[in-house]
């Protein structure tokens, strides 16, 4: 987003203090942003503490809720003022289509901090010098990204692709029961397994962000997890290689289990040093697991293992 004048600061959630987190936010910082449970690297996000800090500030919390979905948690009741998903994952489900939604809850009072938000508290001269904030009230920043930037930026979705979504909407819920439990299985077994140097799935109890589990995702979280084989990057490789039933591919949360190494292909143009402060270890494996049955899941996740002696 350089590129477009946005710079951001980027901050552990688990080890910046309050006092810390506010002497990262600046003049012109217009709003915090994280991921209920990140992509790749499966932590929780402590979305009531962010809110208060960013309101504290004097601006919204925007969370990105692709992986635990509206089933599994409700970002809004936690005090964020905007939430984002990608379509193209869960909701869709099956890999058919791409897209995006935007829900804003309405909250967050942009006119009581204006001098910030001038986009949406001064007039649009490209759409009669309305005023978003004023105009508006609680529609301002949802009546804003449809009205002025979808028409500017195009980014509306085909009729099929919004009839394609439709139908992933309405098997959401059992979808994602599934994608639980059929996660929680696998972070168990996985846990467990010698080769196996450690697992990140918060739905464990060993989990560091088990507590942070139990409060935003009671229900369970989402069939993603990161995990790491012990020895180098070859046996990495040559795990995914072996396996039959789950594909290497860069899509994540889908129907169909599938397996990604960061490190290689999706941020490969990053240092070790890079990916380390994303949060990414250079041996961690993206599992996203499906909706098959579970025993078949973790058949071939065993013969693969046994593939490394
Ligand atoms: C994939 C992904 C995105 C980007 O979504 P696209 O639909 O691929 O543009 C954003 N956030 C998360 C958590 C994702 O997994």
Redesign the pocket.
């Known amino acids: 987003m350089k590129k477009m004048g946005i710079e951001c600061t980027f901050f552990d959630p688990d080890a910046v203090s309050d006092e810390e987190f506010k002497a990262l936010i600046r003049p012109n910082t217009k709003l915090v942003f994280g991921?209920t449970i990140?992509?790749p690297g499966c932590e929780v996000f402590d979305i009531e503490r962010f809110a208060r800090l960013a309101h504290e500030a004097g601006i919204p919390l925007i969370v990105?809720n692709?992986?635990a979905t509206p089933v599994h948690c409700r970002p809004i009741e936690w005090g964020a003022d905007i939430v984002?998903h990608?379509?193209?994952?869960y909701m869709d489900g099956h890999g058919s289509c791409?897209?995006?939604v935007i829900v804003d809850s309405g909250n967050f009072d942009w006119m009581a901090h204006a001098e910030k938000f001038p986009g949406l508290c001064t007039p649009d001269e490209s759409y009669h010098g309305l005023t978003y904030a004023k105009d508006f009230g609680k529609m301002a920043f949802i009546v804003k990204a449809t009205a002025q930037l979808m028409r500017d930026f195009g980014c509306s979705q085909s009729p099929q692709d919004a009839y394609v979504l439709n139908i992933g909407l309405e098997s959401l819920h059992l979808r994602m029961q599934r994608h639980a439990a059929n996660a929680q299985q696998v972070a168990e077994w996985l846990s467990a397994r010698p080769e196996v140097a450690w697992v990140n799935y918060s739905g464990l109890s060993s989990s560091k962000h088990h507590a942070l589990h139990q409060k935003y995702l009671p229900q369970g979280g989402c069939g993603v997890m990161a995990f790491g084989l012990k020895g180098s990057r070859e046996e990495a490789i040559k795990f995914m290689d072996a396996l039959k039933l789950i594909s290497i591919v860069t899509h994540?949360?889908d129907a169909k289990s599938c397996v990604l190494h960061p490190a290689s292909h999706t941020h490969r143009q990053l240092s070790e040093q890079q990916l380390r402060e994303a949060g990414i270890a250079p041996d961690l494996i993206r599992l996203s697991v499906g909706i098959e049955d579970v025993a078949d899941i973790i058949a071939d996740l065993e013969q693969a293992l046994q593939s490394l002696r």
């Open positions: 991921e990140s992509n990105d692709t992986f984002t990608s379509t193209t994952k791409v897209g995006g994540v949360a």
